[in-house]
């Protein structure tokens, strides 16, 4: 985990789903960011294998083959280094949606996922492992790809529950 303090997102319920938003600000250009998030070999390396089509429409699958979990998907926004949206789903399930915003700031970039599950799933535990994931993108931009950190994973869950719980009892 990188040595500083965990600060959680935000989540918010939007009717029937859950909305979480994470955010990272990156000293790295939203170039060098839109190719972790979109070009297979970098994907690869602080998300799963695969590979998406950079275009509305275009086709999204992603491997999580230990897990099991295989992603098949589109893509629902496209703007070129700017916004990546798909469903973070396959098939009959419901939909996930997932999307990466990206915004130039002087000589970086502050990234912004906005990931939504239906109200019955855990967006405790989605938000965490996002935040794991980041983690490894972080790293990867470095240059020092990193195993997922599920201390970083566990520290967040416990965060997000605590958020979810304030929401359930507002």
Same mark, same amino acid.
């Given at each position: 985990?990188?040595?500083?303090?965990?600060q959680?997102? *935000?989540?918010?319920?939007?009717?029937?789903?859950y909305?979480g938003r994470?955010?990272?600000s990156?000293?790295?250009?939203?170039?060098?960011?839109?190719?972790?998030?979109?070009?297979?070999?970098?994907?690869?390396?602080?998300?799963?294998?695969?590979s998406?089509q950079?275009?509305?429409g275009?086709?999204? !699958?992603?491997?999580f083959?230990d897990?099991?979990?295989?992603?098949?998907?589109? *893509?629902?926004a496209?703007e070129?280094?700017?916004?990546?949206a798909?469903?973070?789903?396959?098939?009959?399930e419901?939909?996930?949606?997932?999307?990466?915003? +990206?915004?130039?700031?002087?000589?970086?970039?502050?990234?912004?996922?906005?990931?939504q599950v239906p109200i019955q799933?855990?967006?405790?535990k989605?938000?965490?492992?996002?935040?794991? !994931?980041?983690?490894?993108l972080?790293?990867?931009?470095?240059?020092v790809?990193?195993?997922?950190?599920f201390? +970083?994973? +566990?520290q967040?869950?416990?965060?997000?529950?605590?958020?979810?719980?304030?929401?359930?009892?507002a």
């Amino acid at each position: 985990m990188s040595e500083f303090e965990f600060q959680p997102g *935000v989540i918010r319920r939007l009717g029937d789903v859950y909305e979480g938003r994470l955010q990272r600000s990156i000293d790295h250009r939203p170039a060098e960011v839109w190719q972790m998030l979109t070009a297979p070999d970098r994907l690869a390396q602080w998300l799963a294998p695969g590979s998406i089509q950079l275009c509305k429409g275009g086709a999204v !699958h992603i491997n999580f083959a230990d897990s099991g979990t295989l992603i098949e998907s589109t *893509v629902l926004a496209f703007e070129l280094e700017r916004q990546l949206a798909y469903s973070w789903s396959s098939g009959s399930e419901p939909q996930r949606p997932l999307s990466w915003s +990206l915004e130039a700031v002087d000589e970086g970039t502050v990234l912004t996922l906005v990931v939504q599950v239906p109200i019955q799933e855990d967006i405790a535990k989605a938000c965490a492992g996002f935040e794991g !994931h980041l983690e490894m993108l972080l790293a990867a931009l470095e240059g020092v790809p990193i195993r997922f950190p599920f201390d +970083l994973f +566990l520290q967040a869950r416990t965060a997000y529950q605590a958020a979810v719980a304030a929401l359930v009892k507002a």
